[in-house]
């Protein structure tokens, strides 16, 4: 049996997260600040889960629960990829995904500890410019090619985010470029 999570129920996942902590969009989801869904086999204490964010779909918990295994496999599409929580998940990858040729791959993360060149806007050529992305000014970001730019920030709460710089984009005249 699958059963779609309450938003305010889906702290109830974390604690079943094992080795995929590093992907963030799994903990923005869980902390309401990216919209995503959660299912479970049982929702008041959840022992499996399928969490299903805007940048991927991780399998959690305990592997071997044959009903919450064939509940995925229909929530899953053909194109989705999945990220396996442990090796148990791996074991089970065929069972829940309906592509057949689906296949393991490496995805990497990177983690930024600060900035390490010196003087980096003084590279930059006069005819460009580095401009920082704050959800206050989000909406007055306006070039040819803003839109694509605004659709990288989704937010279920933007206080959440104030104050923070959510990045950066180089435009030159009227268009983002990098």
């Given at each position: 049996?699958?059963?779609?999570?309450?938003?305010?129920?889906?702290?109830?996942?974390?604690?079943?997260?094992?080795?995929?902590?590093?992907?963030?969009?799994?903990?923005?989801?869980?902390?309401?600040?990216?919209?995503?869904?959660?299912?479970?086999?049982?929702?008041?204490?959840?022992?499996?889960?399928?969490?299903?964010?805007?940048?991927?779909?991780?399998?959690?918990?305990?592997?071997?629960?044959?009903m919450f295994n064939e509940g995925i496999k229909k929530q899953l599409n053909f194109y989705d990829t999945v990220t396996?929580?442990?090796?148990?998940w791996e074991e089970k990858i065929h069972e829940i995904h309906c592509n057949r040729a689906i296949k393991k791959y490496k995805r990497r993360y990177y983690q930024f500890e600060e900035l390490r060149f010196e003087n980096y806007l003084e590279s930059l050529d006069d005819q460009y410019t580095l401009e920082n992305v704050y959800v206050e000014t989000l909406d007055q970001i306006q070039y040819e090619n803003s839109e694509k730019i605004k659709e990288w920030f989704v937010f279920n709460n933007m206080d959440d985010v104030k104050g923070y710089c959510l990045g950066t984009y180089i435009k030159k005249a009227n268009k983002i470029v990098c």
């Open positions: 049996m699958i059963h779609k999570l309450e938003a305010s129920d889906f702290d109830k996942v974390s604690r079943l997260i094992k080795n995929t902590n590093h992907e963030l969009s799994i903990d923005a989801v869980i902390t309401g600040n990216t919209p995503g869904e959660i299912y479970v086999d049982h929702v008041e204490e959840p022992l499996s889960a399928l969490i299903m964010t805007p940048e991927c779909n991780v399998v959690t918990g305990d592997p071997s629960n044959k396996c929580d442990t090796e148990g």
